[in-house]
């Protein structure tokens, strides 16, 4: 599946942003999908994730109550709702498709289990 990640930009922390993934190219409902960040001179890390049917979404503990993830398999697409943002928010944001990982107990497919990655979009929190 192919996916096309928007909506980043330049928020003053304390703001909100909603990034949005389209799906195209494969039967989106089947797939669990993922949000991951990359911060400039870290690793990867999962943000959230949220199961093929919608009913079960998983957090990174840094974001939880802040963060929401969901998808609308009508029209193929994932968002991630982002409020009151920080500075240490500041990354790309990636969207991720899993064929066969699950979100399971508030846990979300480990980085590995995603095949399918968008072209990530830059979130930028600063004053």
């Known amino acids: 599946v192919q996916l096309q990640a928007s909506g980043g930009g330049l928020v003053q922390p304390g703001g909100s942003l909603k990034l949005s993934c389209a799906a195209s190219?494969?039967?989106?409902?089947?797939?669990?999908m993922g949000w991951f960040r990359q911060a400039p001179g870290k690793e990867r890390e999962s943000v959230a994730g949220?199961?093929?049917?919608?009913?079960?979404?998983a957090y990174a503990d840094s974001v939880k109550s802040r963060f929401t993830i969901s998808r609308d398999n009508a029209k193929n697409t994932v968002t991630l709702q982002m409020t009151s943002l920080k500075p240490e928010d500041t990354a790309v944001y990636y969207c991720?498709?899993?064929?066969?990982?699950?979100?399971?107990?508030?846990?979300?497919?480990?980085?590995?289990?995603?095949?399918?990655w968008g072209q990530g979009t830059q979130v930028t929190v600063s004053s």
């Open positions: 991720a498709a899993s064929r066969y990982g699950t979100v399971v107990s508030n846990i979300m497919p480990s980085e590995h289990e995603y095949g399918d």
């Open positions: 190219g494969g039967p989106f409902r089947t797939y669990t």
């Open positions: 949220i199961s093929r049917g919608g009913g079960r979404t």
